[in-house]
């Protein structure tokens, strides 16, 4: 706990000036509408109040996410791995991944409003597609930077197959494809938090769209602080995971 103060004492002493700043501009500021920009102790009171609903809506987002991301994270990869490995298929298609990858997902809502027969299914399509792509062109970029003689050493020892495919190709592009899967996490927060602004009946975007309809802005400044706190929660974790998973690069240091 002392060498996690010690670490980010300066993080912490920033977050509460931001506070302060906070509190002092909407206390005495005339020019400050009080209702849009509440003082923080009433975030705080409507934060504790609502409690029970925002879990709920972790709940109904994540049942959106999970499918979504780790759809999209198998999909990235397989296919990512088969492009890499194969030079003529990457040579006639990649023209038409860097034209589609740039696309937002976002664009893509009337046809997936259209086509697809649930709100749910939609929401789990758009995230699919947004992050897909990090993925698949990050598994791509990192099997063409594997070491060619890493590669030779590994065709000479005989390995080939499911063995060359897991021990080799796979080890050596994990940083790639965890840097991919990293964009692509934060960009499947994004999508899913304007799906449900949209769309839904519950869910961590609902929340914040549902009240700001009413002008409840108290309520929707708790939203957005918890959707942060997920969202940044979520995301240490799973830089620790490829932490671990990576543990022979500089990140284990880090």
């Given at each position: 706990m002392l060498t996690?103060?010690?670490?980010?004492?300066?993080t912490i002493l920033i977050g509460i000036l931001a506070i302060v700043m906070w509190a002092l501009v909407t206390k005495y500021a005339t020019w400050i509408n009080p209702v849009i920009f509440p003082e923080p102790l009433v975030v705080v009171e409507s934060f504790v109040a609502k409690f029970g609903e925002l879990v709920g809506g972790v709940g109904s987002s994540m049942?959106?996410?999970?499918?979504?991301f780790f759809g999209a994270l198998l999909a990235g990869i397989v296919f990512g791995l088969f492009f890499g490995l194969n030079k003529r298929s990457r040579e006639i298609l990649m023209p038409y991944f860097h034209a589609l990858s740039p696309i937002p997902p976002t664009l893509f809502i009337p046809y997936a409003i259209a086509l697809l027969p649930t709100f749910q299914t939609a929401s789990m399509s758009l995230i699919f597609i947004g992050a897909f792509w990090p993925i698949f062109l990050g598994t791509i970029h990192g099997v063409l930077l594997i070491d060619k003689h890493f590669l030779d050493n590994a065709k000479s020892l005989g390995l080939k197959g499911p063995e060359f495919l897991f021990y080799v190709v796979l080890p050596a592009s994990a940083p790639h494809i965890l840097s991919g899967a990293s964009t692509s996490l934060g960009m499947s927060f994004l999508i899913l938090t304007i799906a449900e602004m949209f769309g839904a009946s519950s869910g961590m975007g609902f929340f914040i769209?549902?009240?700001?309809?009413?002008?409840?802005?108290?309520?929707?400044?708790a939203g957005i602080i918890f959707n942060s706190i997920i969202i940044v929660t979520v995301m240490v974790i799973f830089e620790k995971i490829k932490k671990r998973l990576l543990f022979w690069t500089n990140l284990k240091a880090d």
């Open positions: 996690f103060f010690k670490r980010y004492n300066l049942k959106l996410l999970i499918p979504g769209q549902y009240y700001s309809d009413f002008s409840q802005y108290h309520y929707v400044l």
